[in-house]
């Protein structure tokens, strides 16, 4: 298929590509002007349009196909960790997690804070002890410390990052947070859930720990890493303005070398500040280019499972704290949360609703068909993030009332997320993890999101593979899977990650698939993911990404 009549600028030759579109799934050449495909199939098919100045790139054989798209991450707060914050992995006990943060404050100037991550949500009862906030006092040395879980809902800080904020013994719970206390004593252990984090995040920015220089490195590289998975188009899933304005920079630069969609918070979150809500939604069109398209709005409606902040139909596991009926609640109201989705579809944004308990999913679906009944059919397409725990009535709704399932984080197969649910809501209910199945089944949109840096990358393979086995692609937890009846095959899985990403995005007609008019966002990878074993997905490495016909990361090369 071809259009127009002028040469190509690129002709890719000889390769393996997979389209994603049903009505062709594979052709050999593809042919690329202006940034757009132009003509697909054999060499026939493209022959005519190749120039005396058109570059030819010999695919010889590999398999290439569409841009992957994720559909929820945080590119600042990825940025920094990868290149200014302490890393570590959330499996570390808390005395290599003090070892850690003692190396790092030995190396530190005097005063500077030490920020950093990601330990493990199946710690934090254990945080929450006098012995933990000893060991981490004796660490700091002096220094403001500033730990994230792996969730990044919750913080683990020093005595001097207390002090830093104001946080004394005093100090009580904001709204939708706990200051953490050591059940016997009484005493501040430094442990910040949900909300009282962003008190000590507040004390870090205040700080000036991170310098407007920094924001916009962070973003930038930021996108060279979703390049270098193979990741042309992505949804930030907070974009307040450092984060606008650093990709709007990027792009009026033709720096910019992925689709980003954004998702403007109507609150301050507890890990950003600024200036969020109506003030935010009325500047969007300052920051709108052509790659720039801060069309959604980002609602937490309840916390997350392993700190019990999550909102579920059934309770948690009792425990010292909460009792025996603790189930958690949602930060907004029914009438709360249908205002907000009105407002926001009268401006043409769609919302992205964090919902990790599924009280949390019934809610939001509940409004969003208040909403239709009021406001009838839109085009907009609403996304439930974190679509992991769902009731059975609910998962035909997402397919009845349009809305979208955001995969995210990757974490459908087993991970100590998942033993820290497993303690806070028994086994049993924990298993009941992400019915990916039932959903496709259902004729739900569903997307695939890395929550990067939720886990340390936005490795899209791993999530790949993961759907497919429900077996962990890293080696941990060997031979077990998390309810493999809700296995996807691969096929399925690439267009979660791609056209139905797409989709959700609202930007199927641009991306997503290879076909003639659409974006020549394609990568090539260094192996056919169909012919291998599932178990082998994850070890894919993308070779080359081309962004609108431009290589934008090769495999081995400086960007």
């Not at 000893?134 to 207390?162: F, Q």
């Amino acid at each position: 298929m071809t259009v127009g009549k002028a040469f190509a600028d690129t002709l890719f030759r000889d390769g393996r590509i997979y389209t994603v579109d049903r009505s062709r799934p594979w052709v050999q050449y593809a042919a690329v002007k202006g940034g757009r495909f132009i003509a697909l199939g054999n060499e026939a098919d493209v022959r005519s349009l190749v120039g005396p100045d058109t570059k030819i790139i010999d695919l010889a054989g590999r398999m290439a196909m569409p841009g992957i798209i994720d559909i929820h991450n945080h590119i600042m707060v990825g940025g920094h960790a990868g290149l200014f914050e302490l890393r570590f992995p959330s499996s570390f006990s808390i005395l290599q997690i003090a070892e850690a943060v003692r190396k790092a404050a030995s190396e530190a100037p005097a005063g500077a804070w030490i920020v950093g991550g990601q330990f493990g949500n199946d710690l934090l009862q254990k945080l929450n002890t006098d012995e933990a906030a000893a060991l981490l006092n004796a660490a700091s040395l002096g220094h403001p410390v500033l730990l994230r879980d792996d969730s990044y809902h919750n913080r683990w800080a020093s005595l001097e990052a207390l002090r830093i904020a104001g946080i004394g013994s005093d100090t009580t719970n904001p709204t939708n947070g706990e200051i953490g206390r050591d059940l016997s004593s009484g005493a501040l252990t430094g442990l910040m859930i949900e909300a009282a984090s962003g008190i000590v995040e507040r004390a870090l920015a205040a700080a000036g720990h991170f310098t407007p220089e920094m924001d916009r490195a962070a973003v930038a590289h930021a996108i060279g890493v979703l390049n270098s998975f193979g990741v042309t188009a992505f949804l930030d899933a907070a974009s307040m303005q450092p984060i606008l304005a650093a990709l709007k920079g990027l792009d009026d630069r033709g720096e910019l070398t992925a689709w980003s969609a954004c998702a403007m918070p109507i609150v301050e979150p507890a890990f950003m500040f600024g200036t969020a809500g109506d003030e935010l939604f009325a500047l969007r069109e300052d920051y709108r280019t052509a790659h720039v398209k801060p069309d959604f709005a980002k609602i937490f409606l309840d916390g997350v499972p392993g700190a019990r902040t999550a909102a579920f139909h059934e309770p948690y596991v009792a425990d010292p704290v909460r009792g025996c009926c603790f189930r958690g609640s949602t930060m907004l109201d029914v009438p709360g949360l249908i205002r907000w989705l009105s407002k926001c579809e009268k401006l043409g944004i769609a919302a992205k609703i964090h919902c990790a308990g599924d009280a949390s999913v019934t809610q939001a679906l509940d409004a969003i068909d208040v909403v239709r009944s009021f406001n009838g059919p839109t085009s907009l397409v609403h996304h439930i993030a974190h679509a992991s725990y769902i009731t059975p009535a609910d998962i035909p709704r997402f397919a009845e009332l349009g809305v979208a399932a955001d995969l995210s984080p990757i974490i459908w197969y087993p991970t100590v997320f998942l033993e820290a649910h497993k303690a806070a809501m028994g086994e049993e209910r924990a298993l009941r993890f992400w019915p990916n199945k039932d959903l496709r089944e259902a004729g739900a949109l569903m997307a695939g999101g890395s929550d990067w840096p939720v886990v340390p990358n936005p490795d899209p393979w791993q999530g790949i593979e993961g759907m497919v086995t429900r077996q962990n692609p890293s080696g941990d937890f060997p031979g077990v899977s998390l309810w493999a009846e809700q296995a996807l095959d691969l096929a399925t899985v690439i267009e979660i990650y791609t056209i139905e990403g797409a989709r959700a995005l609202g930007l199927a007609k641009t991306i997503g698939s290879i076909e003639v008019g659409k974006s020549a966002d394609m990568i090539v990878l260094d192996q056919s993911i169909f012919d291998v074993k599932p178990d082998r997905i994850a070890e894919t490495r993308v070779e080359m990404t081309f962004f609108e016909g431009r290589k934008v990361y090769e495999r081995g090369a400086e960007r």
